[in-house]
T-cell receptor, first 115, second 112 residues
């Protein structure tokens, strides 16, 4: 019963490097999300997707890109890593098949440090 | 961007005590959710509330959706060591719009 799986769990990047954070879910959820959580804070939405081929910006999208080519996968890309992107990143998914406002299920996070 | 205000920010209690925390907003939300986050893990859903005035329980946890739709409350009865963690409220403003707004969190510590 995997749920939402994120890889890697930890990563250290140098300023200016790029990387992709992977997220996959096996629950056939149509909605997927990326959040960042800074120390002592709640989660802030970066990007979300309501289905394959559809993505939209959240509250803090600058410096990130996403794609959704399949229902299962929703990778998050950092093109030019900056120290301000040091954070813990969480992927989540939810289903609206049974009606709106179904709760989101979260992965265990990717801890990213930019040095 | 808006975040929901949670209080208290942190709590230090003894095992067996009851716990109360709340979440407030200046605007209306149509769904309230309560999550718990353990160190190094993602948030785990505890309780979901969908109607104003709704009172829902999950074991020793009880949550309420405020009548004004601008607040929510979480109570934990007879706390145990595994209750330690950070509790987040989250709200959804519009039906069909799945974007969550998160609270700032309440850190619960149990004193031995």
């Amino acid at each position: 019963n995997a749920g939402v799986t994120q890889t890697p769990k930890f990563r250290i990047l140098k300023i200016g490097q790029s990387m992709t954070l992977q997220c996959t879910q096996d629950m056939n959820h149509n909605y997927m999300y990326w959040y960042r959580q800074d120390p002592g804070m709640g989660l802030k939405l970066i990007y979300y997707s309501v289905g394959a081929g559809i993505t939209d910006k959240g509250e803090v999208p600058n410096g990130y890109n996403v794609s959704r080519s399949t229902t299962e996968d929703f990778p998050l890309r950092l093109e030019l890593a900056a120290p301000s992107q040091t954070s813990v990143y969480f992927c989540a998914s939810s289903s609206v098949d049974r009606g709106p406002n179904q709760p989101q299920h979260f992965g265990d996070g990717t801890r990213l440090s930019i040095l | 961007g808006q975040q929901l205000n949670q209080s208290p920010q942190s709590m230090f209690i003894q095992e067996g005590e009851d716990v109360s925390m709340n979440c407030t907003s200046s605007s209306i939300f149509n769904t309230w959710l309560w999550y718990k986050q353990d160190p190094g893990e993602g948030p785990v859903l505890l309780i979901a509330l969908y109607k104003a005035g709704e009172l829902t329980s999950n074991g020793r946890l009880t949550a309420q959706f405020g009548i004004t739709r601008k607040d929510s409350f979480l109570n934990i009865s007879a706390s145990i060591p595994s209750d330690v963690g950070i509790y987040f409220c989250a709200g959804v403003k519009n039906f069909g719009n799945e974007k969550l707004t998160f609270g700032t969190g309440t850190r619960l510590t149990i004193i031995p």
